[in-house]
């Protein structure tokens, strides 16, 4: 068989009828189709993929699938523009027929299989890989990255997927349930993080701290291999590839230099030629841009506030009585970057302070101080919005675990007694001036004691 050289991607798409049910309130076809459409913007302009999709046309049941190529700008636009079809079929089995033949056409190019339940055209897609696997021939297993994306109760007909033993298929199958999760595995199918052989410590590199450079396998330097002629050409400088990292799907940014220029969206990664670039961040508000030099063979993760005007929201929090330690989750070091713990301290007075700020994102928010209250409480996820004052209701969020007593109001220090249900009791010294309100847990009770003043 002849074949050809490898597309960008092949994908495999449904849009049965229940693509239009809500994921965290969002149709999961709206999701699929933004990434998708993210993940096609990173191949060159000029390149092409093929999409194999389902469900669009009802009416034709179980022959409902057909194949769509062209260049990436065109499949990106009919990719957006389909519609799912109402109580359109899932002929998965009929679709990875079709795929089979495009992988065997394109050797080398990745598939993408994105779908929300099994077939229901009564055949078995893993019974047919086993099958297809018997009668394929190749030097490299086929890759294909399999989602599946919100199954429900049709998980365990999917679970076959995980367990297929192939020779020439190599399926990666996810079982996922979040809009977030999809992005990581899109990510995952362009394979980059394999690669890496080592990373390029501080010393060797150029930029800011928080921006990544990792050296790939196989990305040395080039010689004349082996030829003895000085005459011979050098073979040309391997590529750079660079990586907004935390970046959304939406997020629309543009690399150039006097010879190369590319726009792309969300944190999918890139292939350029390595040199001098300035990199921005598409946005009238926030956006920035920077200049940074692509090593050639390497891999640049540059955390999205890099490129922003502003990255931080300030905490305006109705109870100052507690000290929160706040620790940055994954998504959230994706974005800035090495982000450490934050403290925020508590104001046990009524002096006006100013508001802290905290780098946006999704922080893990655990209560440190007052020391009766340390580690006794699980961590809150708190989301904080960028470029806004972010109003946190303390005594809500620990609603279910805290309750706030008034502490008699004296001139000089007092001691408080606290007693669980359990009939065990601990003390605390309280100096004067202690803030009015003060949380305890709600299975305990306070009393009052005020120290006897020492005689001269």
Not at 258 to 282: C, D, H, L, M
Request: overall charge positive; hydrophobic content about 35%; glycine content about 6%.
């Amino acid at each position: 068989m002849v074949t050809q050289a490898a597309l960008s991607f092949i994908l495999m798409l449904d849009y049965s009828g229940s693509m239009e049910q809500p994921l965290n309130k969002t149709p999961k076809i709206q999701i699929v189709q933004k990434q998708v459409h993210a993940l096609l913007s990173t191949a060159p302009v000029q390149s092409s993929s093929e999409a194999i999709v389902f469900g669009t046309k009802p009416e034709k049941e179980c022959k409902d699938v057909r194949l769509m190529n062209g260049k990436n700008p065109t499949l990106q636009k009919q990719v957006m523009e389909m519609k799912p079809g109402a109580f359109g079929k899932t002929p998965l089995t009929q679709g990875f027929r079709t795929l089979v033949g495009r992988l065997q056409k394109y050797p080398g190019t990745k598939a993408v299989v994105i779908t929300d339940g099994s077939d229901t055209c009564g055949e078995n897609p893993c019974e047919f890989l086993k099958e297809a696997d018997k009668k394929v021939k190749t030097d490299k297993p086929y890759e294909i990255f399999m989602v599946g994306l919100d199954l429900k109760e049709d998980r365990s007909q999917m679970q076959c997927f995980k367990d297929l033993k192939l020779n020439n298929f190599k399926i990666h199958f996810s079982d996922i349930d979040s809009k977030e999760d999809l992005l990581n595995q899109l990510k995952a199918a362009q394979s980059l993080n394999k690669d890496i052989e080592t990373e390029i410590k501080d010393s060797m590199r150029t930029g800011g701290t928080n921006i990544k450079i990792y050296k790939l396998k196989g990305q040395g330097r080039n010689s004349r291999l082996g030829s003895t002629n000085p005459q011979d050409q050098k073979p040309p400088s391997p590529p750079a590839i660079i990586e907004i990292t935390g970046a959304p799907e939406e997020a629309h940014f543009s690399i150039q230099n006097e010879k190369f220029n590319q726009s792309w969206e969300g944190p999918f990664a890139i292939t350029v030629p390595s040199g001098e670039y300035k990199i921005r961040f598409e946005d009238a508000a926030n956006g920035t841009e920077i200049t940074f030099k692509l090593l050639p063979g390497t891999l640049t993760k540059i955390p999205w506030a890099q490129l922003m005007k502003k990255s931080v929201g300030a905490v305006d929090m109705n109870e100052m009585a507690l000290t929160l330690q706040w620790t940055p989750e994954n998504s959230t070091k994706e974005i800035h970057g090495d982000l450490k713990p934050i403290e925020t301290i508590a104001r046990l007075d009524n002096k006006v302070t100013a508001l802290p700020n905290i780098p946006f994102g999704k922080w893990s928010v655990e209560v440190i101080s007052p020391p009766w209250l340390m580690k006794r409480m699980p961590a809150k996820s708190i989301v904080i919005a960028n470029g806004i004052k972010n109003k946190i209701n303390i005594s809500e969020l620990f609603k279910d675990e805290i309750k706030w007593v008034d502490a008699p109001q004296t001139a000089g220090p007092q001691v408080m007694v606290i007693q669980n249900k359990d009939s065990q009791e601990e003390r605390h010294f309280l100096p004067a001036g202690q803030f009015k309100h003060i949380p305890i847990l709600k299975d305990t009770e306070a009393n009052w004691l005020t120290p006897e003043t020492p005689k001269n």
